[in-house]
């Protein structure tokens, strides 16, 4: 399906869609071979769920729902029909989003979006040539009680957790990013990396750990613990919080075997969200 060009995309369709982003990233969701992005004059990405054999544009192989998108980003998708992906992608990233873009035949409206949860509104008269329209969705605009993680951001994660999800993308999701959401917090996806190696000699700000200890025994997760206890201390203008309560146990013991108060280590992510909060408030 992702070799397939369903759309045949434009200038006139470019030009509309830049009137709406302005300076703003578009991300193409299920963008296929990345036909729009060769064409848009503007910043923008093309994720798609498979990688296609002849890519017209660089496409990011990734699954829309679990995608961590950039702050201040649009997504369009273009000429869908595919159950529930638009309206969950929507709904899965409302606290970032103010506005989407739709790209679609009209009888496609009803079974891809859900007017009870946005406006919906066709926008500039172009009509691609099977009679696609241009359709902007509109949110409302991310609570002013929302604050993004200023940083960059690495879920350094066990890959067997990845056994239990589809992708450690969504054990991100599920496991770090909703949870922060749901408290306020928010994670620019273009400062976030995923890893299941330790992060020796890279940058970081935020480093979540989630390291369950079900590759090869608890030994190799409780060095990983004795590692980060060592460089909370070397760096402690760096954060690292423990997702997993089976970690924290671990982490706990590490600590207290490392015998020095390291107060930029968490042992969950509801302590972060206190301590994050209280630093806000002090700014």
């Not at 369709?13 to 729009?36: E, N, S, T, Y």
């Not at 239990?164 to 949870?179: D, G, I, N």
């Not at 935020?206 to 070397?234: H, K, P, Q, T």
């Amino acid at each position: 399906m992702s070799n397939q060009i369903f759309c045949k995309v434009n200038k006139e369709m470019c030009d509309a869609v830049k009137a709406i982003a302005g300076d703003r990233i578009v991300v193409d969701c299920g963008a296929g071979r990345g036909l729009f992005a060769s064409m848009y004059d503007g910043k923008v990405l093309s994720i798609d769920i498979h990688q296609p054999d002849e890519p017209l544009s660089f496409i990011i192989e990734k699954n829309a729902e679990h995608y961590c998108f950039p702050r201040n980003s649009i997504p369009i998708f273009i000429r869908p029909c595919h159950s529930n992906f638009v309206h969950n992608t929507i709904l899965k990233n409302r606290n970032k989003f103010d506005k989407a873009i739709y790209v679609s035949l009209p009888k496609n409206l009803d079974g891809d979006l859900d007017d009870r949860f946005y406006k919906i509104t066709q926008y500039s008269e172009w009509e691609g040539e099977e009679g696609e329209r241009i359709y902007l969705v509109e949110l409302n605009k991310p609570k002013e009680s929302f604050s993004y993680l200023s940083g960059k951001v690495i879920h350094f994660a066990d890959p067997m957790l990845s056994c239990l999800v589809e992708t450690q993308e969504q054990e991100f999701k599920e496991s770090v990013e909703s949870p922060l959401e749901d408290r306020g917090i928010l994670i620019d996806g273009l400062r976030l990396t995923l890893i299941d190696m330790y992060p020796s000699g890279e940058k970081y700000d935020y480093l979540f750990f989630d390291y369950g200890g079900m590759s090869i025994g608890n030994s190799l997760m409780e060095s990983f613990c004795r590692e980060i206890v060592r460089d909370a201390d070397m760096y402690p203008n760096r954060t690292y919080v423990v997702v997993s309560t089976f970690t924290s146990y671990a982490m706990k013991d590490a600590k207290e075997d490392f015998g020095k108060d390291l107060p930029n280590v968490f042992l969950s992510i509801n302590d972060f969200v206190t301590f994050h909060k209280r630093l806000n408030q002090l700014a």
